[in-house]
């Protein structure tokens, strides 16, 4: 099917984003445990309790290795802001299937009388998240999948380098450049090999210039 579109929001530079969202967000957050399905690993929703209606859904990825437990403190952030956070515990995500996998099992979930997401998450409103190798299943997700293409925003954090891929020795490639979706791309000024300054840069770069693309690096 085709993605369903949203009027997209003025950026407003006296609203101090970063101070204001570094702080929690008004709503307190329920963990609902996510059984194996399709074939893929469990997992774990991060969900607003309270929420007026059903909750726009961030898809994470986690990074080489890691379960979602890793980034339990960023879930519950990002869904304290009111947003409802899905996690995999895959922890080699490079191709994409897996984020794929999971918006698809959203849908059926939030449609589903007796799920504990039923009417609570608006699977059809999703974004890419991810860090590391998670940075780049963000990617795939999106320009390998149809249901990928419906996503409405990406977050790519360190995403690795040709050189750091082969030096993990990690089966995973990527191409931002069918990139289409508004993007935010972070790393750090000392992150020199994994994620280098000048990487992100060629990446956000090469981003779609019709979409809203943001690019922040940190200091250290």
Not at 55 to 61: D, I
């Amino acid at each position: 099917g085709g993605c369903s579109t949203s009027t997209p929001h003025a950026y407003d530079p006296a609203q101090e984003i970063e101070y204001r969202y570094s702080a929690p967000g008004p709503f307190a957050v329920q963990k609902v445990a996510l059984p194996p399905a399709s074939g893929q690993p469990d997992g774990m929703a991060f969900i607003p309790i309270g929420h007026d209606g059903p909750a726009p859904v961030v898809v994470w990825q986690n990074g080489t290795g890691e379960p979602i437990a890793t980034y339990d403190a960023i879930a519950r952030h990002l869904a304290s802001w009111g947003l409802a956070v899905l996690g995999s515990n895959d922890r080699q995500m490079g191709s994409g299937e897996t984020a794929i996998s999971l918006i698809g099992n959203a849908v059926l979930w939030s449609a589903t009388p007796g799920h504990p997401l039923h009417g609570r998450i608006d699977a059809e409103s999703f974004a890419l998240v991810g860090s590391s190798q998670g940075a780049v299943r963000t990617i795939n997700a999106h320009t390998r999948f149809a249901l990928g293409r419906c996503a409405t925003t990406l977050a790519i954090h360190g995403i690795p380098s040709r050189d750091a891929i082969d030096f993990f020795r990690l089966d995973i490639a990527y191409d931002a450049s069918g990139v289409t979706a508004p993007t935010l791309v972070l790393t750090g000024t000392e992150d020199e090999f994994i994620s280098p300054v000048s990487l992100n840069q060629l990446i956000f770069d090469g981003l779609s210039p019709s979409t809203l693309n943001l690019f922040g690096v940190a200091r250290g």
